[in-house]
């Protein structure tokens, strides 16, 4: 059974950083795109971030020289390095798989996600 699991949500301050990380158990994903997203309340989930297989990534502009996606194909693991966090970077933030094709930023190109984890920055 795939199963990925985010972690390392948490309350922070404006200006702080966090790591997210997304451990993938069940399957290797070594050979997919991977990416984030998050969703904040009342909106649709956003593309945050991807990254190939070979470590090429892909950001947001909203979060574009913040925020760090990296990945460990041993480990199975996606991580996310956020800095400089905003107010507005509050959302619970989920990793997900890319089903096929090039790296995209829509949410429902994706699948296999995990349950999210909330990030709350306050000011």
């Known amino acids: 059974q795939v199963r990925l699991v985010e972690s390392g949500g948490g309350l922070v301050q404006a200006g702080d950083s966090l790591r997210l990380s997304c451990a993938a158990s069940g399957r290797t994903f070594s050979g997919y795109t991977r990416g984030w997203f998050r969703q904040a309340p009342g909106k649709e989930r956003e593309f945050v971030a991807a990254?190939?297989?070979?470590?090429?990534?892909t950001y947001s502009d909203s979060v574009k020289g913040r925020f760090t996606i990296s990945r460990d194909n041993v480990q199975n693991t996606v991580y996310l390095q956020m800095t400089s966090l905003k107010p507005e970077d509050t959302a619970v933030y989920y990793c997900?798989?890319?089903?096929?094709?090039?790296?995209?930023?829509?949410?429902?190109?994706?699948?296999?996600w995990g349950q999210g984890t909330q990030v709350t920055v306050s000011s």
């Open positions: 990254i190939t297989w070979s470590g090429s990534s």
């Open positions: 997900g798989v890319l089903r096929y094709g090039p790296p995209s930023i829509g949410a429902d190109d994706y699948g296999s």
